[in-house]
C-alpha cells in the first residue's frame, strides 16, 4: 500500500485545514495519527474501518472529521477549530489485516506525512 499526504499547512488558531492522503493498494482500515517531533510519541487521531466504522482520539472529537473517497481512492481529514496544540506532523495509515485496535495505532503502512502549523 503506497500513501501520498497532501494539504498541510499554516493557519491560526480556530481556522480549518483538510489533509489528504492519496491511496494506492488495498486495506482493510485507513487512518491518521499525528507526531509533534520526528521521534515522539504519535497519537493516533482518527481511523475509518472498510465498513465505514470510524474512530476518533477524545482531543479531536467534534472538530475533526475523517471519510474516504472510494472512487477516487482518496482518504480526508477535516479540521475545524484548530488549536495550537493540534500542532503536528500528520501522517496517514493503512492496515491490511484485521484488528480491534484503531488501525491509527497499529498499522502495516504509513506515509511520509505533512506538517500542519496552528498559531495563536
Known sequence: VRLTE???GSVQAGGSLRLSCRVSGSSSCLGWFRSE???????GVASI???GTT????????RFTISQDHAKNILYLEMNNLQPEDTSMYVCTARTYDSDVPCSTRYNFLGQGTQVTVSS
Open 6 to 8: 497532501s494539504g498541510g
Open 49 to 51: 474501518e472498510a465498513d
Open 55 to 62: 474512530n476518533y482520539a477524545d482531543s479531536v472529537k467534534g
Open 37 to 43: 517531533k520526528k521521534y515522539g510519541k504519535p497519537e
